[in-house]
């Protein structure tokens, strides 16, 4: 039978389809089918059920949206969840974080920290999320294994780290990487220089030649916090955003995480090179870090995407209660009640980390020929009537535990809220022993 009249793998059937693109629209009583891991059929519900499907799924109260795109995170660090919480961004990193890290970094620390990453992601309607952590190699065999959508990126420091001696070290494992899996469907490899603090010129400059070589990304936590600025205009008499413009970095391929000081010669910037801002409001709220102006952003045109930072700072990878934090902090900070209005801050949880990645033409949002990455949101629970208008629903009244449903290129990986190729139990079980010998070692030092 001819391609176009084969049977559809899988119909879904909900209350309401979100699509994100075109912009503001809410569908009803349409359907989603797929073929191929990819979204072959968006249109009314009569005539899906004329069609032919391997599987068709009725969502009943249910929103079926783009899954969403977890920006910004680390990925392993979950298994530091707690531990050294209600602390300034530089105490917390340097007396406890990287002691830590020192101490207990290792591969079987990464697989098992990031195993449990994906599941708490999954769990929360997320299909795809960028990583920035030690033994990437690692990530990505459990990134693969899983069946999840990843950015992985290399960090490069001045200094040793878990897993390179050096920064040319990494740069060479990362180019390694880069190379083994530039055709991988699902995962992406980037440059991950750690902050403008903690690299030189000279190792930025490297990374500058390699990504423009390779045409890759560049994923960087960049003014952070007041005292990051300030510090760099004492010592280098630049800002740091500055400073990476003079060096080349910024443009359309790079990501600048954080975001929290910007005055308008950033702004400037910002516009001028299309890169990417990646916010993590809750973070920076409980690092008391600073507040990123989004609306003043997103009305310069500039891509505003959304993350979770990572579970020792956040301390959750919960993207729809971050993108409820984002919205109503933007309305705070712009000192308007209209500021990233529901459907916006949608889009910023999907198409604006997408393009963020590299990634629009593929995710982000249900289009036909896109990959089928897809959260089926349950909006029957009490706490959510009536329902006026689904996407208001689903940001300001609603939390992960409505996820109920997870696909990525059209393979279920969440159904009914059962991880279907992880074990709950197992997960649950590994991290508790992480939790017990981590907390032994901090008993016994102090």
């Known amino acids: 039978m001819p391609k ?7 119909l879904l059937l909900p209350t309401w389809l979100v ?19 990819r979204i072959v059929f968006i249109g009314p519900r009569e005539q899906a059920l004329r069609l032919e499907a391997g599987e068709t799924r009725e969502l009943p109260g249910m929103l079926l949206a783009p899954g969403l795109v977890n920006s910004h995170g680390h990925a392993a660090m979950t298994l530091f969840r707690g531990l050294a919480d209600d602390l300034p961004l530089m105490t917390w990193l340097e007396q406890h974080i990287w002691p830590a890290e020192a101490r207990w970094v290792s591969e079987d620390f990464v697989r098992d920290g990031t195993d449990l990453a994906i599941a708490e992601q999954l769990l929360g309607g997320i299909t795809c999320f960028s990583d920035m952590y030690f033994y990437p190699r690692t990530a990505s065999e459990r990134v693969h294994e899983s069946g999840m959508r990843a950015q992985l990126t290399i960090p490069v420091l001045d200094f040793a780290i878990p897993g390179a001696r050096d920064a040319d070290e990494a740069l060479h494992q990362g180019v390694e990487l880069y190379s083994d899996l530039k055709h991988h469907p699902r995962i992406s490899i980037a440059f991950g220089p750690h902050a403008p603090y903690t690299v030189s010129d000279e190792n930025l400059e490297k990374i500058r030649v390699l990504v423009d070589e390779l045409d890759a ?15 760099s205009l004492e010592q280098l008499g630049e800002r ?16 600048a995480v954080h975001m929290t000081q ?3 010669a950033d702004l400037a910037m910002l516009v001028e090179t299309n890169t990417s801002v990646l916010h993590c409001p809750e973070s920076n709220l409980k690092l008391a870090s600073g507040f990123c102006p989004v609306e003043r952003l997103w009305q310069a045109g500039v891509n505003v995407a959304i993350g979770t930072d990572g579970a020792a700072s956040n301390n959750d990878l919960d993207l729809l209660g971050e993108t409820r934090t984002a919205a109503l902090l933007a309305k705070a900070v712009a000192g308007s009640a209209s500021a990233l209005d529901a459907h916006r801050a949608l889009r910023m949880a ?10 629009e033409d593929e995710i982000g949002s249900l289009e036909l ?23 208001s629903q689903l940001i300001y009244a609603s939390n992960r535990d409505c996820v109920r449903h997870v696909w990525v290129a059209g393979k279920q990986l969440l159904d009914d809220r059962r991880l279907t190729r992880m074990d709950a139990a197992q997960l649950h079980a590994t991290a508790c022993e992480w939790g017990a010998k981590i907390a032994a070692a901090a008993h016994k030092a102090t």
């Open 4 to 10: 176009h009249h084969a049977p559809l793998d899988l």
């Open 19 to 37: 699509p994100v693109e075109p912009a503001g629209v809410v569908l009803k009583e349409h359907a989603l089918g797929v073929r191929d891991g």
């Open 217 to 231: 990304a560049v994923h960087m936590h960049v003014h952070e916090t007041a005292y990051e600025v300030q510090q």
């Open 240 to 255: 740091p955003l500055a400073r990476l413009y003079r060096l080349g970095l910024l443009g359309p391929r790079f990501q």
């Open 262 to 264: 910007i005055n308008d």
């Open 350 to 359: 999907t198409l604006n980390g997408a393009r963020a990645l590299g990634l």
């Open 369 to 391: 020929g896109k990959a089928a990455d897809l959260t089926a949101f349950d909006l029957s629970g009490l706490a959510q009537q009536p329902v006026y208008e689904p996407v």
